[in-house]
Nanobody, 115 residues
Framework: QVQLVESGGGLVQAGGSLRLSCAAS????????MGWYRQGPEKQRELVAT???????TYADSVKGRFTISRDNAKTTVYLQMNSLKPEDTAVYYC?????????WGQGTQVTVSP
């Protein structure tokens, strides 16, 4: 079992920045990839960014050049630095941890970007 706790969401004006954090606990050695997904109003959940155990990064085209995913040396906490935020980035952001058996999700943190 893996537990994920997110923090860092909030309200920001367009052009501003936020940093999300996700701390994993439990069977963290089973995690192969961690990342962030988001679900906007009346939209499906979509990938934002991921980082594999080996350090491979993946970004959605819509956030490339604005968002940066990183992690701590212990590989148990991932961060999402979000710069130049746009109103269309408004969503609930979910942390994800992928293991060989299943995917785990955090509770979600709201990010709201005002015009």
């Amino acid at each position: 079992q893996v537990q994920l706790v997110e923090s860092g969401g909030g309200l920001v004006q367009a052009g501003g920045s936020l940093r999300l954090s996700c701390a994993a606990s439990g069977s963290v050695v089973t995690i192969s990839t961690m990342g962030w997904y988001r679900q906007g109003p009346e939209k499906q959940r979509e990938l934002v960014a991921t980082i594999s155990r080996g350090g491979t990064l993946t970004y959605a085209d819509s956030v490339k050049g604005r968002f940066t995913i990183s992690r701590d040396n212990a590989k148990t906490t991932v961060y999402l630095q979000m710069n130049s935020l746009k109103p269309e980035d408004t969503a609930v952001y979910y942390c994800n941890a992928e293991t060989w058996r299943t995917n785990y999700w955090g509770q979600g943190t709201q990010v709201t970007v005002s015009p």
